[in-house]
């Protein structure tokens, strides 16, 4: 039977609904055929004059876990050297929509405001990419801008989505940037690239209470329309 456009409406909502920030995975790996299906999906996203201004890099094994303790030791020894600054303060209404976010997380994490040891431990597991078997890393190449670092965005939305529709689970991370010349170093990556974000995947932990976080969307403050 031929899907009509108001059930492929239905499907699409029901992936962009079930897509969430996952912080617990199950360690089982993929199949590569999938990984490579989401990553084709991914480079469909439009981009500026069909420019297609990204490079992905996808860790897996043995080159997973390098990159895992790697990081993971530098964040230990306070090193960070990203290529776009990033301090994470906000205001107004943006820090309020950052505390309730950070509140959701802990929350079902079962970590009190004052526990800051847990909070920590909480932290330090995203350089654990959270468990999950494979991370990717989204870089903006050399020469590019602002303008293009959207069309990057647009590309691991879409990764995402991706990765949703197959049942499987991701989450996109500011952190993973912290350390690119680990991940150039491990790709073989040129310096101009511009590390902007990592992205775990794999399988959610479905026995894991993090998991059961989430934040809401504020629509109609972030959305205007006009008909006159």
Known sequence: ???????????????????????????????????????????????????????????????????????????????MAPDLPYDGRYAGVYRERQVAAAEALYGAAGIVRDDKAGRQAQFMRNYAFFGAPHVAFFFLPGGFGIREAADLGMCAQTFMLALTSMGYASCPQTALSFHPERVRAEFDIAPGAQL???VSFGR?????????????????????????
């Open 1 to 79: 039977m031929q899907q009509t456009d108001t059930d492929l409406a239905a499907v699409f909502a029901d992936i962009v609904a079930r897509r969430a920030s996952t912080r617990a995975f199950l360690a089982e790996p993929l199949p590569r055929a999938d990984i490579e299906r989401a990553l084709a999906l991914a480079c469909r996203a439009p981009s500026n004059c069909n420019t297609q201004p990204w490079t992905v890099a996808v860790a897996s094994g043995a080159t997973r876990d390098r990159l895992a303790a790697a990081i993971s030791a530098d964040m230990m020894r306070g090193h």
């Open 196 to 198: 902007l974000f990592g």
């Open 204 to 228: 959610p932990d479905p026995a894991a209470p993090v998991n059961e976080a989430r934040v809401g969307r504020d629509v109609a403050a972030c959305t205007l329309i006009r008909e006159d």
